[in-house]
């Protein structure tokens, strides 16, 4: 049998009306009415009146619960519920109040030890590996514990390898990015042709689309696209770097 059923039996023989069980509770009728058919459920301050206005313990109104597979109590629990039940309403009110306060106390040890553990990212090998569509393990990437070092919001590492981004970025330098749209005179990575390229992006007011070495030694690394030119370009992400000048 339900909490609602057992509330409402236990108040038809005291002889109470749902308005009667109102008025000692200080809630409405409906509310009542709606602990009896379940449709809502009483708060710990007026599940403890109601312990008192019916002359019952939390046994009673629970009785099935407690037998209920997936509501088991340790004989430990058992015996504080006993000395619960004992107290009168005020001390359970102050024995739910400090429940409630260990309980939010524990709640924030919890959220501070998650912002204290380590954010770790990938770090990729190469280029090549950030675009993988189902990188491995081991081979293209490893686990980097993100510290001071890196900056915030860096959501992937990149190692870098050539020296057309020289002397800014250099060979083996590792990167660090994240997914934010670009503009003009960022670096990004980008899929080329279906190469994997570090380089500086820019976008014309024609639709032309310039990736430029940032070593301009390497300006034959260059890549140009044409609105209609057929070829593939897609970015895997922003190089968190400082704004740096476009090639004259």
Same mark, same amino acid.
């Given at each position: 049998?339900?909490?609602?059923?057992?509330?409402?039996?236990?108040?038809?023989?005291?002889?109470?009306?749902?308005?009667?069980?109102?008025?000692?509770?200080?809630?409405?009728?409906?509310?009542?009415?709606?602990?009896?058919?379940?449709?809502?459920?009483?708060?710990?301050?007026?599940?403890?009146?109601?312990?008192?206005?019916?002359?019952?313990?939390?046994?009673?109104?629970?009785?099935?619960?407690?037998?209920?597979?997936?509501?088991?109590?340790?004989?430990?629990?058992?015996?504080?519920?006993?000395?619960?039940?004992?107290?009168?309403?005020?001390?359970?009110?102050?024995?739910?109040?400090?429940?409630?306060?260990?309980?939010?106390?524990?709640?924030?040890?919890?959220?501070?030890?998650?912002?204290?553990?380590?954010? !770790?990212?990938?770090?990729?090998?190469?280029?090549?590996?950030? *675009?993988?569509?189902?990188?491995?393990?081991?081979?293209?990437?490893?686990?980097?514990?993100?510290?001071?070092?890196?900056?915030?919001?860096?959501?992937?590492? !990149?190692?870098?390898?050539?020296? %057309?981004?020289?002397?800014?970025?250099?060979?083996? %330098? !590792? !990167?660090?990015?994240?997914?934010?749209?670009?503009?003009?005179?960022?670096?990004?990575?980008?899929?080329?042709?279906?190469?994997?390229?570090?380089?500086?992006?820019?976008?014309?007011?024609? *639709?032309?689309?310039?990736?430029?070495?940032?070593?301009?030694?390497?300006?034959?690394?260059?890549?140009?696209?044409?609105?209609?030119? *057929?070829?593939?370009?897609?970015?895997?992400?922003?190089?968190?770097?400082?704004?740096?000048?476009?090639? *004259?």
């Amino acid at each position: 049998m339900s909490f609602g059923e057992q509330l409402r039996l236990r108040r038809e023989e005291l002889g109470m009306s749902r308005a009667d069980l109102a008025d000692r509770l200080g809630v409405s009728r409906s509310a009542v009415g709606n602990y009896e058919t379940g449709i809502s459920t009483p708060k710990e301050d007026i599940l403890l009146q109601i312990f008192d206005a019916l002359q019952v313990d939390p046994n009673y109104l629970y009785q099935d619960s407690f037998h209920a597979p997936e509501f088991s109590c340790s004989a430990e629990e058992r015996r504080l519920l006993e000395r619960l039940r004992r107290l009168p309403l005020t001390g359970r009110q102050t024995v739910h109040a400090l429940v409630n306060a260990l309980g939010v106390w524990q709640e924030e040890l919890e959220d501070q030890k998650v912002a204290e553990s380590p954010r !770790v990212i990938p770090l990729y090998r190469s280029p090549a590996a950030a *675009g993988f569509a189902a990188p491995v393990f081991g081979e293209d990437y490893e686990p980097l514990t993100v510290s001071g070092d890196v900056p915030a919001g860096a959501e992937l590492a !990149v190692r870098i390898q050539g020296d %057309s981004m020289a002397p800014h970025i250099a060979d083996g %330098s !590792v !990167v660090y990015v994240n997914h934010d749209p670009l503009a003009n005179g960022d670096v990004g990575i980008f899929c080329v042709d279906g190469d994997m390229l570090c380089k500086q992006y820019y976008r014309d007011p024609l *639709g032309m689309v310039y990736l430029f070495s940032l070593n301009r030694r390497r300006s034959d690394m260059d890549v140009v696209f044409r609105p209609d030119g *057929g070829r593939s370009l897609t970015c895997f992400g922003r190089v968190m770097m400082h704004s740096l000048p476009l090639p *004259g």
